[in-house]
DNA sequence: GTTGAGCCTCACGTAACGTCAGGGCCGATG
DNA sequence: CATCGGCCCTGACGTTACGTGAGGCTCAAC
């Protein structure tokens, strides 16, 4: 018994070239060789095969892995405890990113019999779907989106330029401060990051200081948001992120 | 105005040389270049990076996605439709694998304390426990994976040695119908998957055609399995699989 | 006894970058 | 105004994780 490179290769999926360069790297390497030079795998070797490419399809490097596997103090449950985080984080990235097309979807079909035009008209090129999409991929907050949603629909051209204008004048301060050369973290700077997720609470939905701190990663990463707050200062952005980040901390949590 | 390589690659979780790569190989050319030479991306650019980088993360070869990214034929929508299924795929995927570690990790704690030692004994080599594990990974299913855990945990060492004979003959009979050159999606075979599927509802718990339909694909994917069955004729594997595919065409869904 | 499927070992090819090397741009600073 | 540090450029070779044959052995089956 035992098996042969293609039995095992078409158990697992994997090619027999792959299992091969497996070999070669001393990956894993099989138990026996029949007289004739055939590889075979016993079962153990299988199961090795299986947890390899666990750790590769979460990214793992192929000398990682073998790092992983060769570690002596790694018992089954501390596997099974790092596979359990690594699988959760993957799922919630995914999760996220679902709830955000699936938002994106319907901010499409209804954006577009609803304001599209006119929205565009009030802000030029500052479209908030574009926003929307990019803020719920983060937060993956199916419900406080919702609730942004309903809110933001019932939202009048009025209340649209209120809000606006509120924006920008919370942006105008973080520029001042910033160009003052105020710390992130100071006094001032704090308190317009809490003035700000007032205002998105306000306006918007229920902003947890955990969802704010995720908008200030965003509008660092999306050029859509920093491309709003650099032209007023180069490095305004991430200076808006850490006074968030400030400021959620000085919260408490 | 427009973005330097730096400013995009550090909004975009990317480095710069991969920027380069993207210009060398017009996946992603800048729109603009300073009379120095300096590569200038506009908001546009930025935002056709992010859809590379979205299917990037899903897998695709950059090539492919080139390819998508240049369907003139592809409106908004159908992109979101597109990475919508993708992404849902993959979620589905992974809260499969988290809720297979979970049990198994569950089963690993209790199982320890209860009977390991007394299964081992029984089955000598099969040990149910790491058939569990495998099995939740496939269907994933929290709630019958629960009811079988539950009426699992209540069965005697005489219980498990009926489950056990009355799973042998299911096998015998598969191996008959195998070796007599009867098709898999032939009547015999198709009743012999109802069989294995009333024994496995019987037994553990409601076992829906589609669960079946993925126990199928994991008898064919995992030794632990096949590894069971192969020794009765090469082959028998993917022919229960075969069966049990049939068996759930005929029955409908 | 030969034939076809499966296995072996080189060995070069490829995709998607990483990593220097050698050399311009440019705003601040002495 | 020189120069210094940071950012940018273009080659060009290195790396990872295999893909893809070439040429030849093995083995069950007809």
């Given amino acids: 018994m035992g098996f042969s490179v293609g039995q095992v290769s078409r158990m697992a999926g994997v090619t027999v070239r792959t299992l ?5 790297i001393g990956l894993l390497t099989p138990g026996d ?3 004739a030079g055939y590889r075979r795998y016993s079962a153990a070797d299988v199961e ?7 750790y590769r399809e979460l990214g793992f490097a192929l000398d990682e892995i073998a790092a992983i596997l060769a570690d002596p103090g790694a018992d089954r449950m501390s596997h099974l405890r790092r596979q359990h985080a690594l ?7 995914l999760l996220a990113m679902v709830a955000a097309v699936e938002t994106a979807m319907e901010a499409h079909m209804t954006g577009i019999e609803l304001t599209a035009q006119e929205r565009l008209e009030v802000f030029g090129g500052f479209r908030p779907e574009d926003h929307e999409q990019e803020a719920a991929e983060r937060w993956g907050g199916t419900e ?15 209340d649209w330029e209120r809000f606006k204008q509120e924006a920008a004048q919370t942006v105008e301060g973080f520029t001042a401060a ?11 700077a704090m308190d317009l990051a ?3 997720r007032a205002h998105i609470t306000r306006w918007c939905y229920d902003c947890t200081y955990e969802i ?5 990663d965003m509008y660092v990463a999306d050029p859509r948001f920093s491309g709003n707050y650099e032209p007023h200062a180069e490095g305004l952005t991430p200076y808006i992120r850490d006074a968030i980040h400030a400021n959620a901390a000085r919260a408490g949590e």
Same sequence: chains 1, 2.
């Fill in 48 to 54: 090795r095969l299986q947890h390899v490419l666990f």
């Fill in 178 to 188: 910033f160009t003052a050369g105020e710390p992130a973290d100071g006094q001032r």
């Fill in 212 to 216: 704010h701190r995720g908008l200030g």
């Fill in 33 to 35: 060789r029949t007289r």
């Fill in 144 to 158: 406080a989106y919702a609730q942004s949603q309903r809110r933001m629909a019932k939202m009048t051209k009025d």
């Fill in 194 to 196: 809490e003035e700000h």
């Fill in 20 to 24: 091969h360069h497996y070999d070669e």
């Fill in 87 to 93: 699988l959760s984080g993957r799922a919630d990235r």
